[in-house]
């Protein structure tokens, strides 16, 4: 039997999604999880000095979107062909973006400059993507690439609660299509049972 571990901080952050994948697809893996106080001492031993990180039968790797990409191939949960896979690494990639551009102003430690940075963001950047996943979500009947359930579903499923965490809002509330996204995971049955076990954390 395949020996998985999958180590992160105890939290949803950007493993989640994976975590979510492996439980779809009922792959047993270890939820190795670590707690801030311990991360200076397991830093060093990271293969780029961050997590998550995933060991298969010894071999680790990382990078989150890579190992989820890696969990999705093992669910069947990527595309039927190359277009479709295309399709669905570029929904992921954006919502990395989208992700990465909320955390520039979340993380700021600067209190003038992430003033700077609010209006930005919440006038602009946050209506424009999500206005246009909307319209994806819309065209693909409730699914983000392939109109089908694929990994990109699962993406933003797994991120959503921490996205919104960052921004301290709902960002999903005016946007039905993209719930729509999130409870066609949400409600599958294996994913809703590992939900209602998982560790209850904000981020
Ligand atoms: N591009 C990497 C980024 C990983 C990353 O930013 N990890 C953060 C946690 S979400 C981390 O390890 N932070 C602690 C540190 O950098 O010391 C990925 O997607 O895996």
Request: aromatic letters at 10%; charged letters at 25%; one cysteine or more.
């Amino acid at each position: 039997m395949t020996d998985i571990t999958f180590t992160y901080f105890n939290c949803k952050g950007l493993g989640e999604v994976t975590r979510m994948i492996f439980k779809y697809a009922g792959i047993d893996f270890i939820d190795d999880r670590f707690s801030d106080e311990d991360w200076p001492k397991i830093k060093p031993n990271m293969p780029f000095g961050q997590t998550p990180i995933l060991i298969v039968d010894g071999k680790t790797a990382n990078q989150s979107t890579a190992i989820a990409r890696y969990a999705a191939k093992k669910a069947k949960l990527i595309g039927s062909d190359d277009w479709e896979n295309l399709e669905i690494d570029a929904i992921v990639d954006t919502i990395n973006d989208f992700r990465t551009k909320i955390q520039l102003y979340a993380y700021e430690q600067d209190s003038v400059i992430k003033e700077t940075r609010k209006g930005p963001l919440f006038q602009e950047t946050i209506p424009f993507y999500l206005e246009k996943l909307e319209q994806i979500a819309e065209q693909n009947n409730g699914h983000l690439a392939a109109a089908k359930l694929t990994w990109a579903d699962f993406f933003l499923a797994g991120v959503i609660d921490y996205l919104d965490h960052l921004v301290e809002m709902n960002l999903l509330e005016n946007s039905p299509n993209l719930q729509k996204v999130v409870r066609n995971v949400i409600t599958i049955q294996a994913v809703k049972a590992w939900i209602d076990v998982r560790p209850q954390t904000e981020a």
